[in-house]
């Protein structure tokens, strides 16, 4: 009687891999992850659908106009300390300012990289590029490198592309919720002031001195404004206890 030899398990399509990378990152769309955490997920995700040895994310500093690496799962001390890249120089630069995918056979030959030292140290070779856009807006660069020449394909690329742009919607909720969250710490903070101010005025200041006590007790006791203000309220609410 012949053993039946059991089938092996069919490697993952391209296509499936997109698919799931794709849902991971549509999951922290809605999640209430913080940012560095959907960071972190994203380059894990894409290193492992492009089976990359480094990815790295980058972000665009709109003030200095320069891309900033936010994370990588690489351990590499060198690589992780790269300068930030100016708009328009090296390679992310470049489509930051065009929004265009590049694809770099080899980053330790090409002139236009700008860390070909760091590449030859941490044995780098070939590089896709590809532009992190939401509504039309490039907000940074997603890297994909292999240790060994490679040809990216066009369904790499498009893979890649198709990441980087659900990643940038997860990264502006991510960012919408940290302004939302400051705006309303703000107006708290300022319902506490206001109060802590009209405590004060009954006691015989007028409003600007009041402001000015809080502030100079939060300098020099080091502490926030509300908490001066929580302060003052409390010990208000105890002397009208007694």
């Known amino acids: 009687m012949t053993r039946k030899v059991p089938a092996r398990a069919p490697k993952s399509s391209a296509y499936e891999k997109q698919i799931e990378a794709l849902s991971k990152i549509s999951q922290t769309i809605a999640s209430n992850l913080y940012l560095e955490d959907i960071l972190r997920l994203i380059v894990m995700v894409t290193a492992e659908v492009m089976d990359s040895k480094i990815c790295s994310l980058m972000l665009l500093d709109e003030q200095k106009g320069e891309l900033v690496v936010r994370a990588t799962q690489s351990v590499s001390?060198?690589?992780?300390?790269?300068?930030?890249?100016?708009?328009?120089?090296?390679?992310?630069?470049?489509?930051a300012k065009e929004g265009k995918p590049i694809t770099v056979p080899?980053?330790?030959?090409d002139k236009r990289y700008l860390n070909r030292d760091v590449a030859k140290s941490e044995k780098l070779?070939?590089?896709?590029?590809?532009?992190?856009?939401?509504?039309?807006k490039v907000i940074g660069v997603l890297n994909a490198y292999t240790s060994s020449p490679h040809k990216f394909t066009r369904t790499e690329?498009?893979?890649?592309?198709?990441?980087?742009?659900?990643?940038?919607v997860a990264i502006e909720n991510a960012?919408?919720?940290?302004k939302s969250?400051?705006?309303?710490?703000?107006?708290?903070?300022?319902?506490?002031?206001?109060?802590?101010?009209?405590?004060?005025?009954r006691k015989g200041l007028g409003e600007e001195d009041a402001f000015r006590r809080i502030q100079k007790q939060a300098m020099s006791m080091r502490k926030t404004m509300r908490q001066?203000?929580?302060?003052?309220?409390?010990?208000?609410?105890?002397?009208?206890?007694?």
């Open 77 to 95: 001390e060198a690589y992780n300390k790269k300068p930030n890249i100016r708009m328009g120089e090296g390679i992310a630069g470049i489509v």
């Open 106 to 109: 080899d980053v330790r030959e």
């Open 125 to 136: 070779c070939s590089l896709l590029s590809v532009p992190m856009s939401v509504k039309g």
């Open 157 to 168: 690329t498009n893979i890649l592309t198709a990441v980087a742009n659900q990643a940038a």
């Open 175 to 178: 960012q919408i919720m940290v």
């Open 181 to 201: 969250r400051i705006i309303q710490e703000e107006l708290e903070t300022r319902k506490f002031v206001e109060r802590a101010k009209g405590i004060l005025m």
């Open 228 to 242: 001066i203000a929580e302060a003052i309220i409390l010990s208000d609410d105890l002397e009208k206890g007694k």
